[in-house]
């Protein structure tokens, strides 16, 4: 199965700074990597993914870039504002096996 | 369109009783999750289903059983609970396995808890 590790699980930005999470895994064949936020109180959300046939997907202050060879993906955010603060999970998977999600990285915007 | 419904959002149970988490989807997903969450722990997959009548194990489905008897529904009954149950559980809903089209919809989760 799938072996996903998240990093870092904790991640403290001044506001306005960018923040970096990333995600490895272990199967070869997954082909979808998206990123889910969840709020306090609240179920995750989708926030942006990835095929594995583009590196690089960008939806105003996120991105998600792709590594399939080194089998690593990372969300970047930045201009960083206090409603970023967050778990963000990564979730990687591909055909019948579905997603496998990351721990998870909680991100707190210092003001 | 309420999206992913579960009920209820808070429960307490003592060790030994049996309880159902209802979890109903109104967006005609074919697939249907439940995850339970742990502090420190992300998400862990308990049962899925692919479709009415067709359920299948996750990554820790000792303790709870599902069934999947309309699209809409997808109940999940823990018996004989123990306290390694206490957790926060999430149902989740997705037009395909990995989500790709759309994402997964969750609900907003219940937050069990057995003493």
């Known amino acids: 199965g799938e072996n996903v590790e998240q990093h870092p699980s904790t991640l403290s930005v001044q506001e306005g700074d960018s923040a970096v999470i990333k995600c490895t895994y272990s199967?070869?064949?997954?082909?979808?990597f998206p990123w889910y936020k969840q709020e306090l109180g609240k179920g995750p959300q989708l926030i942006i993914d990835i095929r594995s046939n583009v590196g690089e997907k960008k939806d105003q202050r996120i991105a998600v870039t792709l590594n399939k060879t080194a089998k690593h993906f990372s969300l970047h955010i930045t201009e960083t504002q206090p409603e970023d603060s967050a778990v963000y999970f990564c979730?990687?998977?591909?055909?019948?096996?579905?997603?496998?999600f990351g721990k998870g990285t909680h991100l707190i915007i210092q003001p | 369109n309420a999206g992913v419904t579960q009920t209820p959002k808070f429960r307490i149970l003592k060790i030994g009783q049996s309880m159902t988490l209802q979890c109903t989807q109104d967006m005609n997903h074919n697939y249907m999750y439940w995850y339970r969450q742990d502090p420190g722990m992300g998400l862990k997959l308990i049962y899925y289903s692919v479709g009415a009548g067709i359920t299948d194990k996750g990554e820790v489905p000792n303790g709870y059983n599902v069934s999947r008897s309309t699209t809409e529904d997808f109940p999940l009954r823990l018996e004989l609970a123990a306290p390694s149950q206490t957790s926060v559980y999430f149902c989740?809903?997705?037009?395909?396995?990995?989500?790709?089209?759309?994402?997964?919809?969750f609900g907003s989760g219940t937050r069990l808890t057995v003493v």
């Open positions: 989740a809903s997705s037009y395909s396995r990995t989500g790709s089209n759309y994402g997964y919809t």
């Open positions: 979730g990687p998977g591909g055909g019948a096996d579905g997603l496998t």
């Open positions: 199967d070869s064949a997954s082909n979808y």
